[in-house]
């Protein structure tokens, strides 16, 4: 079986081709990805209609050298699959318009992907996990604890309150004049910093639900550099290490109640599994490395490439869905929102 | 030459499959909208398409909307039409909603100049004016309104477009009394066709045509000193 997935709902123009085979194991035969990162550096994040706007400009393209990396044209594919949201709707419109208009043509299949269920599949790509499993799937846009029961069954454990993970660190790097986006950078920085230079909150820490708050941590930030301002090199890798402690922390902590919550309520996991652009970070898979071992579970993180968003996860979630003959129709909209439960009660 | 035009750029959700040696459209539908041409688009290309006899194997090109015009509802069309393209491996052309506006007055001995007009808010219009000859006088801008009515209120003009009505009134105002036709909600698609059939691929390539920067500023707004 092989699918084509086109991705467009953040800065990310990216389309791929995967296949399976009779024993269900995915493989990728392109990944072509095109990031807007410098045309949006300028503003400090991710401005919609600057990303709209180079969405339309080549995602044709993208198809096209996905097809021809493959070596494969739009008649050997069983199903066209395209991302349907959530996320920046004048993104998530040219995808899926274009996917809508390959399917037309070659007369096959269209699947309307969930972003958010092509993270949570995507470790079955990669590291063929079974169901159940635990995910933490993190991102500047996205933070959630999700218990991934089958295809389509998805149980939420818990979300953030206010900001997203990935979000945190943008926001952190940018009021300390780091590039954008800021979770890479604060990384780099916190390597050579102090992380017990300042006492930050571990907001949320010890509560039975698994949620974030993470305003408030952010706020603390603030108020320290504010303190010492002007900042010197030294002061701002303090700073990065400092609050990439505490937020690790915290994610830990919501995990490991998280863990709980699942193992009391849904069963036990066959492993916990990170995903999202956060899983990019080092210092936090070291740590949920740990948490995993002491459960006597593995920790699975997709590649980096397939941590933050691509084409190939949508291909995947495509694959996934068709299997089970879960096709949409071309008059699918584009959704801003979509959580993931809600979509999947629709189904059954 | 056998044309499938698509519109999604202002308040219509357009599609066509037209057969310029016969000047005559084979399947046509046309719907009036403000916004939703992402979900409807697709169904009704699918509706057209199914009454042309060999379906997609039969068209020589693409023709689409390029705007200027609402910027998501162009790129719906453009993303459509470049996969139509790509998929079924013919050439796509864009066309300037401004000219599908002004085309059908070409040559009309009683027009002079055609000035084509949209309204872009807060006191601007995207504007075109070309002579009856298909001669451009003033090509595609987005312009305060006070300045169109300076620059074409001595010229013998037709207005027509979507905001025909709104540049009117304005140059009434200013005691001029240009010929007007009345607002239409988008182009007629089988204008859209037909400048898609005449146009050379290398000269229409199907990009869209904005005539206006994102509204996005750098920030640096919240950050805090450094030393």
């Known amino acids: 079986m092989r699918v084509l997935g086109i991705e467009t709902t953040c800065d990310e123009t990216a389309v791929s081709v995967v296949e399976s085979n009779q024993d269900g194991e995915g493989r990728i035969l392109s990944n072509e990805i095109l990031s807007q990162i410098k045309a949006h550096q300028a503003y400090g994040g991710v401005v919609p209609e600057i990303a709209a706007r180079a969405h339309v400009e080549v995602v044709d393209l993208l198809v096209k050298q996905a097809l021809a990396t493959a070596g494969l044209t739009l008649r050997d594919m069983d199903a066209i699959a395209a991302a349907a949201g959530p996320g920046l709707i004048g993104g998530v419109m040219v995808g899926l318009t274009t996917g809508k208009a390959l399917a037309l043509v070659t007369k096959k299949p269209f699947l309307a992907i969930n972003h958010l269920e092509a993270h949570a599949l995507s470790p079955r790509l990669t590291d063929g996990v079974a169901f159940p499993f635990l995910l933490l799937l993190a991102s500047g846009g996205h933070s959630q604890i999700l218990f991934v029961r089958g295809v389509g069954d998805y149980v939420r454990i818990g979300t953030t309150i206010d900001d997203a993970i990935g979000e945190a660190f943008d926001k952190v790097a940018k009021m300390l004049g780091l590039p954008y986006p800021g979770g890479p950078e604060v990384e780099k920085q916190a390597l050579e910093g102090n992380p017990e230079q300042f006492a930050f909150p571990r907001p949320m820490q010890g509560r039975k639900e698994p949620n974030f708050s993470l305003s408030g941590l952010k706020t603390a930030v603030r108020i320290e550099a504010e303190k010492i301002a002007p900042l010197t090199g030294t002061d701002i890798k303090n700073l990065c290490a400092s609050f990439q402690a505490a937020i690790v922390d915290v994610v830990t902590d919501r995990m490991k109640m998280a863990l709980r919550v699942a193992r009391a309520d849904f069963g036990e996991p066959t492993a916990i599994v990170i995903a999202g652009g956060v899983a990019a970070n080092l210092a936090m898979r070291q740590a949920l490395h740990r948490l995993a071992a002491q459960n006597g579970l593995p920790l699975v993180a997709p590649p980096l490439a397939l941590c933050t968003d691509n084409g190939a996860m949508i291909a995947w979630a495509g694959i996934e869905r068709l299997r089970l003959g879960l096709v949409d129709g071309l008059d699918t909209p584009p959704r801003a929102r979509w959580p993931l439960e809600a979509k999947r009660s629709a189904d059954v | ?227």
């Open chain 2, 1 to 227: 030459m056998r044309i499938l035009a698509i519109d999604t750029a202002l308040g219509l959700c357009s599609a066509c499959v037209f057969d310029s040696d016969t000047d005559t459209a084979i399947a046509l539908e046309s719907i009036e909208m403000v916004r939703g041409h992402a979900e409807a688009l697709m169904p009704l290309i699918e509706r057209v398409i199914n009454r042309v006899e060999g379906g997609f194997e039969t068209l020589d090109r693409v023709a689409v909307s390029v705007g200027p015009g609402s910027f998501t509802g162009l790129r719906v069309g453009l993303a459509a039409g470049r996969a139509f393209g790509l998929a079924a491996e013919i050439p796509v052309i864009g066309v300037n909603t401004l000219s599908a506006f002004a085309a059908p007055y070409l040559g009309i001995e009683s027009v002079d100049h055609i000035a084509s007009v949209i309204d872009a808010r807060h006191d601007h219009v995207y504007m075109q004016m070309i002579r009856n000859d298909g001669k451009l006088v003033l090509p595609p801008q987005i312009t305060p309104i006070v300045e169109v009515v300076s620059a074409i209120g001595s010229v013998k003009v037709r207005i027509v477009g979507s905001a025909a009505s709104l540049l009117v009134a304005a140059m009434r105002e200013q005691g001029h009394h240009p010929d007007a036709e009345p607002d239409l909600a988008g182009p007629d698609i089988a204008w859209i066709a037909r400048l898609g059939a005449i146009a050379r691929p290398e000269h229409a390539l199907p990009a869209p045509l904005y005539l206006r920067p994102p509204d996005a500023t750098p920030q640096t707004n919240g950050r805090i000193a450094l030393a």
